[in-house]
């Protein structure tokens, strides 16, 4: 979509920012489709992107607007960015989503810090070691208020 070349030009100052694909497996879109009785065909972030980006929430935020006013073939607006840095998940995950329209496909832009992506990989690690479900709050409460206070000193 032409977001490594937005990445590198627009944040000049963080030249690591790294863009990289990313699909959501099977078994997340089955549990999305039961618990949120969702259609599939409006499912938003089936597929997309996540960029990391090695500097803060300010080079998160120039990000997305360089997206909302340079990308004419990436359509979205207000209503489908969903800013979990103001209004962080109830276990501490933080990122900006943006859910966009491009040559008529529903894709899901995911803007992260270096930190939230740690974050979030830790959780996924932690799940996959524990059996447990903390990435969807799912966990014993020491773990998840552990997990949270973790996220908020990330970032």
Not at 138 to 147: F, K, M, P, T, V
Request: with cysteine; charged share 30%.
């Amino acid at each position: 979509m032409g977001l490594r070349s937005t990445v590198q030009s627009q944040l000049r100052s963080d030249p690591n920012g790294r863009v990289m694909a990313r699909a959501k497996r099977l078994p997340s879109i089955i549990k999305k489709l039961v618990d949120s009785q969702t259609r599939l065909s409006i499912m938003a972030d089936i597929a997309g992107c996540r960029v990391v980006l090695d500097g803060g929430l300010d080079d998160v935020y120039r990000l997305k607007e360089r997206l909302a006013t340079h990308h004419r073939s990436l359509m979205f607006n207000a209503s489908d960015v969903y800013d979990y840095n103001t209004h962080p998940q109830p276990t501490g995950y933080r990122a900006l989503h943006i859910h966009a329209t491009r040559d008529q496909h529903r894709v899901e832009i995911q803007l992260r810090t270096r930190g939230q992506h740690s974050w979030a990989e830790l959780v996924e690690r932690w799940d996959r070691d524990t059996g447990q479900d903390a990435k969807h709050g799912n966990a014993d409460e020491a773990a998840l208020r552990s997990l949270s206070e973790l996220a908020a000193e990330l970032g």
